[in-house]
């Protein structure tokens, strides 16, 4: 089974996370609304993420896992959403000649650079993820960025080429499509896991990292990420600890 995505442009819409959330009981599995501009785009944490006009990706996708040819997917295994989603915006940009890597749980990065943000929602019925909705921003054309954002780069500044955001959008429907077919059993979704591993930012090399409770520092090294995705950091002691989302930030 492999899903097919029904993509929609629209010139503005506040985000289209949100507008995908006021849809969600009646749009298809495999809608991607993308926008040429949002006035409200959100991002992770409650932060806000701003687009300029016209020149990057900024869409989000309806999944119905068990209908509208995807697998179904339980809710303690839903980090394989965030896996199949990075690895496809990695292997876009890859394939484009950006050497990105994927940044726990789901940025791109190039270097120390953020190419690409996402912000999945999911919503459960029981034991199951029932839908989840797939927001992706990545900077494609972006030549100049406010100075008030930590450390952005595009497709553009990495390549010097210009691409067609329509293009681009349908190869990552094609790509995203494939990785979600794999979401559905066991041996798919260990495929996956080790695609997002093969080369993720960090991976084994000893770096400084916050804890976002009180701010205190250490340094540690990633070792992998557990089953329902914590990210496995060796600490100083050499003890195994896994983090949560909420728990860690990377110093970089
Ligand atoms: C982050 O890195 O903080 C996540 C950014 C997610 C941005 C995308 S843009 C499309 C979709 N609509 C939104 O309002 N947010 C996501």
């Not at 006035?39 to 068990?66: I, M, V």
Request: glycine content about 10%.
């Amino acid at each position: 089974m492999k899903p097919h995505f029904l993509i929609h442009w629209t010139d503005e819409v506040d985000s289209t996370n949100n507008e995908l959330l006021r849809g969600r009981d009646t749009l298809p599995g495999g809608y991607i609304l993308a926008a040429r501009h949002q006035t409200a785009g959100r991002g992770q944490r409650g932060n806000d993420w701003k687009d300029s006009k016209g020149e990057n990706l900024t869409f989000s996708a309806l999944l119905r896992p068990g209908s509208d040819g995807l697998p179904a997917i339980a809710a303690r295994d839903q980090f394989t959403v965030s896996e199949a989603a990075a690895v496809s915006v990695r292997d876009l940009l890859r394939a484009h000649g950006a050497k990105v890597k994927v940044k726990w749980p789901n940025d791109i990065y190039f270097r120390d650079k953020k190419i690409c943000g996402m912000l999945i929602e999911n919503s459960l019925a029981g034991e199951d993820v029932a839908v989840s909705i797939v927001g992706i921003g990545i900077n494609i054309n972006q030549k100049e960025f406010s100075p008030a954002l930590m450390n952005p780069t595009s497709l553009t500044l990495i390549t010097g080429e210009t691409y067609g955001l329509e293009e681009l959008l349908d190869e990552f429907a094609e790509i995203f499509s494939g990785r979600l077919a794999l979401t559905g059993d066991t041996e798919g979704r260990a495929r996956l896991r080790a695609d997002y591993l093969d080369g993720m930012y960090r991976l084994e090399e000893e770096h400084d990292y916050a804890l976002r409770s009180d701010g205190s520092t250490f340094r540690g090294t990633i070792k992998g990420i557990s089953e329902e995705g914590m990210l496995l950091v060796e600490m100083p002691d050499k003890t195994l600890k896994s983090f949560g989302f909420k728990d860690i930030s990377y110093i970089i």
